[in-house]
């Protein structure tokens, strides 16, 4: 007895101090330029990222808390550890490629409780030469009967302030505009978020394999800077996660690339996932598209019933004939169920039952007939106990009707209340939907949907969602910026496939001059090429098609892809990508607001060929502001040698077709005939208006002096010390030019140098409550003649609540004033910290302002 005690006291003795030291294990990449690195220090496990020797995640703490605050972040030794190397490639339904290539280290590690000596977690990091990534397994505790998880504290910490794009964390949608800032300035972001550090290293941190488990937004530490904790978006009760068994995490993801390129062409993503679960795949079918959908959005027709009812029989077959003469595989009619009238009420949708101007049975014959696919709808309004209760009976119908594709949307709040579209609770329905399709041979395409962890691998009938800011914003608001399209590819793309829904031909369709796309026609066109989709959308009213030259680009675009290739690209700038389809190559290329001249070397092709190009570029004329649809058109011949010059106007683009030359097309002009003109373009080009131009306006304040009695942020600076009555108004959508204080009041003086008569003054804030962004809690604006005695003009006490979601410039006025004075005073009360039910509660509140207006 007394030995057996001694050897307990022993093993203490060592667990204890093997704990208290640095126990490091660490996996590197195949090409040994990346390396994860783990540690336990002082029993806490920690990682680290390098690449080529440099460090870009500094340690970083892993781990959980449980209920009943058990706590799996610490007191842990290492009682096993594996290491394991795997290569292989594999064949993808469909993609962007027709072969990929798997190959990595692995370490396993399994981590024991040091008091009890029980297995408590396993992590396993994998090191690929395009990233790493990592996952738990949590066992489940033997006095339990399941597992609640409370928190992930998994961190990722930077080792600098790199340059990032990012939205906001919403546990709700990705719908917004990205952000462009330096990582300090990020309060909490969804993932995928991209950034670049000073030396041009790229890094995208995202997750892999989301499965029954909530979705990780991340969130910063506010006591240690630049380091980012996991934010799980929790169930109505807290809980973040729960199960009666043991839990696989998703994979923690980090892809590394020297450039911008790189990220883009990565398949970490991918391979993380497990390999397809459907035997026969044979059904599953890439298409283009059409459909009775912008319309809508556009306000000519509606998605319910009425004298403006967009899902008719007759229209439908419209869209049905026009596809069929045009080689357009499918047609989308959205609004033909029972239901709409019902929107943005009880969303009670009935998923069986046509109104009775759309005859279902007989359109879906007609289209099997015209060799057309009718791609059906079911748009939830976010009332998921409607739905699953109809979702199979609504599958069968599809079925039995030859509907091979089905559009969900889940645009509304998610019922039962309390429930989030990012939790566990809506990732285990999505997968039902899902897997319920995929039982009857049914493809989906979600909107409003989870975010993509790669899914498509194993289930290769979830073809494409949505997930972002998509074209029918320039529909119904200020619309989607020019740099929008140029961010997507290398953030939330980086997931996965997004029906974007290119192909807008008429961009300035509303004739008040409200909304309109910002782009020009060519760049409208390359777009199908930089935004991948195995769906993918012409969504433009049919009849804005007809006898258009440039629509032959669509026809021509074939959707499978045998190779895909990033030529040259900068995060938010510029993009130009080309991939192969048996003997034929496809090139779109995109600017943002900005003129850009780009050299395209065409060394991609095969050197043993001569080839056609079919060019659609911005011509000399296009002017994004009044002349959008100008586009220039040419025929050429060219070679593996040479470089294409192209030109983009501000917001434009262009796209090509590149196909074997035949002995009739040999009297094209070469291609160099094209490039004559790039610099006759560029002097057009750079005197356009430039979109997101600052806007300015002269008032008495702009000439006065400006005295701050509290700080602004670093990180919102805008101009600096006159920022607040510098003329330049701050922008909703781009977040510029707005002067930020972070948990700070702003107290302020203006000195109009003289007392002179005013009429009005407007001080202006930003409301948006994503990016943590507040009304005051009080506004005092106050005057004076002498600067010591100040008399109240006017008193504001403004509103945040959870309602008021849409980000907007909020002015506060006081007019009439028709007195003289030389000072104003504006004193605006931060309400410090978010209130509780926004869901960064508790964290430090903004005020943004600008501008103070005196007039």
Partial sequence: MKKRSLLIVLLSLLISYSCSKSVRYEVHSPDKRIKITFRLMNDVPEYAVFYNDANYLTWSKMGFILDNDIRL?????????????????????????????????????????????????????????????????????????????????????LA?????????????????????????????????????????????????????????????????????????????????????????????TIQISPDAAGLVTSNLILNLNEPGKIEDTSWIEPMKYVGIWWGMHIGEWTWFKGPRHGATTERAKQYIDFAAKHGIRGVLVEGWNLGWETWGNENIQDFTTAYDDFDIQYLARYANEKGVRLIGHHETGGNIPNYEQQL?????????????????????????????????????????????????????????????????????????????????????????????????????????????????????????????????????LALWVVLYSPVQMASDLIENYENKPAFKFFKDLPIERDTTIVIDAAVGDYITIAYAHDDEWFLGSITDEH??????????????????????????????????????????????????????????????????????????AHLSEFNLSASNKMNAFSKIKTYGEPVRIDHLGSEGHLTLNTSYSSKYPAGGERALIDGIIGEVA??????????????????LNHVTHLNSISVHFLRDYNSWIFLP??????????????????????????????????????????????????IARNINVCPDWHYGAGGKAWLLADEIIIE
């Fill in 392 to 524: 199979e009976q609504a599958f069968d119908l599809y079925r039995q009707l030859g509907i091979v594709a089905v559009k969900t949307g889940y645009a509304g709040q998610i019922l039962p209340k309390g429930f989030h579209h990012h939790g566990q609770f809506m990732v285990r329905h999505y997968r039902r939907v899902v897997e319920e399709a995929a039982k009857r041979n049914i493809m989906i395409n979600a909107h409003e949907p989870i975010k993509d962890t790669g899914i498509r691998r194993t289930w290769p009938n979830m073809l494409s969602r949505e997930g972002a800011r998509g074209m029918e914003y320039n529909a119904w608001s200020e619309g989607n910026p020019p740099e929008h399209t140029t961010i997507l590819p290398f953030t939330r793309l980086l997931g996965g496939p997004m029906d974007y829904t290119p192909g807008v031909f008429n961009i300035l369709f509303d004739k008040s001059g409200q909304h309109r796309v910002h782009t020009t026609l060519a760049k409208q």
């Fill in 777 to 826: 809690k009080s506004l005092i604006i106050e005057a004076s003649s002498d600067g010591s005695n100040y008399i109240e003009l006017k008193r504001f006490n403004p509103l945040n609540a959870p309602e008021l979601n849409e980000a907007a410039r909020v002015p506060f006025i006081v007019d009439n004033i028709d007195e003289k004075y030389r000072y104003i005073k504006i």
């Fill in 734 to 751: 781009l977040l510029k030019n707005w002067q930020g204080y972070e948990a700070t009041d702003i107290d302020a003086i203006v000195d």
């Fill in 160 to 252: 600098g302030d790199y340059t990032a794009w990012w939205i906001p964390a919403d546990f709700d949608t990705y719908e917004l505009l990205y952000h462009n800032t330096n990582a300090s300035q990020i309060q909490a972001v969804n993932t995928p978020v991209t950034m670049r550090s000073a030396n041009g290293v790229h890094l995208s941190i995202h997750e892999a394999a989301l499965t029954d488990y909530a979705e990780m937004t991340i969130k910063q530490n506010v006591h240690v800077p630049l380091s980012f904790e996991c934010d799980l978006v929790p169930w109505p009760d807290g809980v973040k996660v729960r199960s009666d068994r043991a839990i696989t995490t998703p994979w923690r």
């Fill in 595 to 668: 003129a850009r001249l780009l050299k395209i070397p065409l060394s991609f092709l095969r050197s043993d060929m001569t080839y056609h190009v079919e060019l659609y570029a911005d011509a000399h004329d296009t002017d994004i502001n009044i002349n959008p649809t100008a586009i220039e058109i040419g025929n050429y011949r060219a070679n593996s040698t040479d470089t294409l010059i192209v030109p983009h106007s501000p917001g434009g683009g262009m796209a090509a077709r590149f196909l074997p030359l035949s002995a009739t097309e040999a009297q094209y």
């Fill in 73 to 157: 972040n610490g007191n842990f030794y290492v009682a096993r550890s594996e290491e394991t190397t795997f290569d292989d490639s594999w064949r993808p339904v469909w993609g962007t490629s027709r072969k990929i290539r798997n190959h990595f280290h692995q370490l396993d590690l399994q981590l024991n409780n040091s008091q009890t000596n029980q297995s408590a977690l396993n992590i396993s990091f994998r090191a690929y030469d395009d990233g790493v990534a990592f996952r738990y397994e949590i066992l489940k505790p033997e006095q339990s009967d399941s597992i609640k998880i409370m928190d992930e504290v998994t961190e990722f910490n």
